[in-house]
């Protein structure tokens, strides 16, 4: 990465930000900073930003607009989709297109339409409410407008079933009530009370008594069953009004992908006008600071050289500079795993990429979880359907051309494992028996028949895995000139863990290792160097204290060697998810068995259970498979060498939520 400056007249300003857009090669740097140094302070001046509420309001317009419509999509989203959330491509007339005929008037017509529609949603629900309050009176033969009189009044209400008996006692307390059940349900009797008006308000005391809740229906007149058929037929009405409403707003999804291509068009305009809140001038000119790739270095000189009074100074960054980190791993093979890096964060700049350190251990940890053929061949066949069928963004893309691999991979660990669909070979009737015969043939080592030499195995695959960690890290501390640090601080771990582990499988297994005596002393003689070495930065006033303080840090750092146990034992989860995908493979191969040995269906219910059970299964270790090899790579492997916090590297150039421009040159506004 290369930092540069770029000093132009004022007048060239919007000429040189488009230019920068239209290249997107160099990520623009904050200069503001330097107007608190006061020599910058004497010739610098914070550059001058128009207002952005303009296109504040668009945006949310359009945005307003782009969510009302979607709304009326007919097809969904399948879950891979959503997660990623793809983008439309679109080419460059497309684009130009969509910007020129845009009409601003479509964000006020579906303002009107989603407050038409709002309207009569609201219409029709009242509607409805209405119809089945009233549907329980539905029998009730007194007009509605009839329900007082002069003398006398019928009270409508709800009363719980069980205090029903307790209107007798009102009624023989007032002679001249009536109590007519003009429905009833389980738990709720619908009653008219008639009454006179004088004895109304003792009366509705009694009947607050028993829980009695009165309806009233203002406003409405004649029979219920009238009512009914006429809100029938308002609901109806309302109905196809509202049908009516979405139909127009479904034929506004024509113009849901102009939307998006103005919403992204806006947005790219707004960038534009806020990236010179980045810039500083003097009276005449302003300054530009940011970072290009050193492989862009020309490109950027090249896309500038047309714009007259420009000066591009370029320069190595300075040791303490923050820096943007860009990934480069351009082979078809490696940048897939890039998205295992990512998960974790970006290395520090001064850092090296460990995607290419990873990769071979991931997927082989990826397979040796998953370990079976078939899985492998199943993971390869749906990973291929996905990047072929499914819409997806760049990082759906890497996952399943990652996932393609890691099926390579599983296939070739399921033939020396012996897994094909668990033990579903030793069932294969027929000519077919011949596949458990190739399955034996072919297996080295059986976890479950033997998961002791498999763990020896992972094992030694952890010791190695964290020893290449400690190798890269000697080879960055060289790199940067450290020579006696790299042999204090890893040489001896380097020379420590491989001989430490020959000295305990020989006390432990009793193994026999040529020239044991020779590995005895390197291991003393690195155990000696650490202790003498690893307190060599502690200081103090005394030189006795300094001294003690140096031995006993250095005697602390012996400590390690059981962090590095810890972490060697936990690649043990390797075995113990492939233990899991293989077990669980033979218990649903033993089910299927005794269902298929049913009779008459039992063959049927087996053979569509057969899918549905492995399907679930490779599934669910395919996912820890993909979790927990990269737990191993962050935890285990990444901590020897790599510090992370890196800041990605953005260049200033055009950015979309919704599109993707083919050969896009920057005519975006």
Request: one cysteine or more; charged letters at 25%; proline letters at 4%.
């Amino acid at each position: 990465m290369l930092k540069v400056h770029i000093i132009a007249h004022g007048d060239r300003k919007d000429e040189i930000i488009s230019r920068l857009h239209e290249l997107g090669l160099m990520q623009i740097k904050d200069l503001k900073e330097k107007l608190e140094t006061p020599s910058w302070a004497k010739i610098l001046r914070e550059e001058e930003v128009p207002g952005t509420s303009e296109l504040d309001h668009q945006i949310a317009g359009v945005r307003y607009a782009i969510d009302f419509v979607s709304r009326f999509e007919t097809t969904t989203q399948n879950l891979i989709e959503s997660f990623f959330s793809p983008k439309f491509l679109v080419n460059e007339q497309e684009y130009e297109d969509a910007i020129k005929n845009f009409d601003f008037n479509l964000i006020d017509k579906c303002r009107e339409l989603d407050a038409e529609l709002t309207h009569l949603k609201n219409e029709e629900a009242h509607l409805y409410t209405l119809y089945e309050e009233l549907l329980p009176w539905e029998s009730l033969e007194i007009p509605l407008e009839e329900l007082e009189t002069p003398h006398t009044v019928t009270t409508l209400g709800i009363i719980p079933v069980e205090n029903g008996g307790l209107l007798h006692t009102i009624a023989d307390d007032f002679p001249c009530t009536h109590f007519i059940t003009v429905t009833e349900t389980d738990k709720e009797k619908f009653v008219a009370a008639l009454h006179l008006k004088s004895e109304s308000e003792e009366i509705s005391k009694r009947l607050r008594a028993v829980e009695f809740s009165p309806v009233s229906f203002d406003g409405l007149t004649g029979y219920v069953v009238n009512q009914l058929e006429h809100l029938l037929k308002s609901i109806e009405e309302t109905r196809k009004k509202r049908e009516k409403v979405e139909e127009k707003c479904t034929e506004l999804l024509k113009e849901l992908l102009p939307l998006m291509i103005m919403h992204d068009h806006l947005t790219n305009m707004k960038a534009k006008k806020e990236v010179k809140e980045n810039f500083v001038r003097t009276d005449r000119a302003f300054v530009v600071e940011g970072w290009v790739p050193r492989k862009d270095e020309s490109a950027l000189r090249d896309g500038l050289s047309h714009i007259r009074e420009v000066e591009i100074l370029i320069e190595e960054p300075a040791e303490d500079e923050d820096v943007p980190v860009e990934l480069r791993n351009t082979g078809r093979v490696i940048r897939p795993f890039e998205l295992v890096t990512r998960i974790y964060g970006l290395p520090h700049y001064r850092e090296i990429d460990p995607t290419l350190s990873l990769a071979p251990f991931f997927i082989v940890f990826f397979g040796l979880c998953l370990s079976d053929v078939f899985y492998g061949i199943l993971l390869i066949v749906l990973s291929f359907f996905a990047l072929k069928k499914v819409k997806m963004g760049p990082d759906g893309d890497l996952l399943f051309k990652l996932l393609i691999i890691a099926g390579g991979v599983t296939i070739v660990c399921g033939f020396f494992l012996g897994g094909w669909f668990g033990n579903l070979t030793e069932y294969a009737p027929g000519q077919l028996a011949v596949l458990e015969t190739v399955r034996q043939k072919l297996t080295l080592i059986n976890p479950i028949e033997n998961p002791l030499g498999m763990l020896a195995i992972v094992l030694l695959m952890g010791i190695v895995h964290v020893w290449f960690g400690i190798l890269i890290k000697m080879y960055m501390t060289i790199r940067d000139g450290y020579y006696l640090d790299a042999v204090f601080d890893q040489g001896f771990w380097l020379l420590l863990i491989p001989f430490g582990t020959l000295m305990v499988l020989k006390t432990m297994f009793e193994v026999d290792i040529p020239a044991y005596t020779a590995i005895q002393y390197v291991v003393i003689a690195c155990l000696v160097g650490l202790v003498l070495t690893q307190g060599r930065h502690q200081k103090a006033g005394n030189i006795i204290v300094s001294l003690f303080m140096k031995l006993f840090v250095g005697l602390l750092s012996i400590y390690s060697i059981f962090g590095y146990l810890g972490d060697v034992l936990s690649y043990s989860r390797v075995l113990a998810l492939g233990l899991a995908t293989g077990a669980i493979a033979i218990v649903f191969n033993n089910i299927l068995s005794m269902i298929a040995g049913l009779p008459y269906i039992g063959l049927i219910i087996a053979i569509i259970l057969f899918p549905v059970l492995h399907l679930f299964n490779l599934i669910i270790n395919a996912l820890g498979a993909f979790i927990h090899p990269g737990r191993l790579q962050y935890v285990e492997f990444f901590t020897k060498f790599l510090e992370g916090g890196g800041e990605d590297f953005r260049p200033f150039q055009f950015d979309s939520k919704y599109i993707k421009v083919r050969e896009y040159k920057g005519k975006g506004g």
